[in-house]
């Protein structure tokens, strides 16, 4: 996995988050006929518990490492329902592999990624926040979250092929 640098000054309280968290994935789930499980209360309350970026084999390795029984499918639709209830989003970095992110309740994060070295840097300026908003404004839209990837190269390298 690329190497993950935080810089984020986002510490949100898990606690202050869970109960909710809980209750709109409940209320996903019931509206498409599906329950929660154990297994997907486990998953949630390991997803809560990751900062920046993860990827579906990473948590399936830190379940599997807390001695938490959860098929490695499970965990894959568990992230699908968590993305379409706006929980967590898919941070498409490259093609090799998805990449998530809790989102529910955090300020937007947004990446620079060095392509020469896979090196992923998490950053927030409140700047690129409140022009996303604007254009929002701007195209007669409100304005609910927002995602940028930028890549780039240190001077003197160059991009892979």
Not at 55 to 66: D, G, R
Request: hydrophobic residues 40%.
């Amino acid at each position: 996995m690329a190497e993950l640098e935080d810089n984020s000054a986002n510490s949100t309280n898990e606690e202050a988050i869970l109960p909710p968290l809980c209750s709109i994935f409940r209320r996903f789930l019931k509206q498409r006929g599906l329950k929660f499980t154990a297994e997907r209360a486990k998953i949630l309350d390991a997803v809560m518990g990751k900062e920046g970026l993860f990827q579906a084999e990473e948590l399936l390795w830190e379940m599997y490492q807390a001695e938490e029984r959860v098929s490695k499918a499970t965990i894959y639709r568990t992230i699908k329902h968590l993305v379409e209830a706006g929980i967590i989003q898919e941070v498409l970095i490259d093609s090799k592999q998805s990449h998530y992110q809790l989102i529910y309740g955090q300020k937007p994060i947004d990446y620079v990624v060095n392509v020469s070295s896979d090196e992923i840097i998490e950053f927030q300026d409140d700047a690129i926040s409140d022009l996303c908003d604007a254009i929002c404004r701007a195209k007669g839209l409100e304005p609910v979250g927002h995602r940028l990837l930028i890549f780039g190269v240190k001077p003197g390298e160059q991009p892979p092929e």
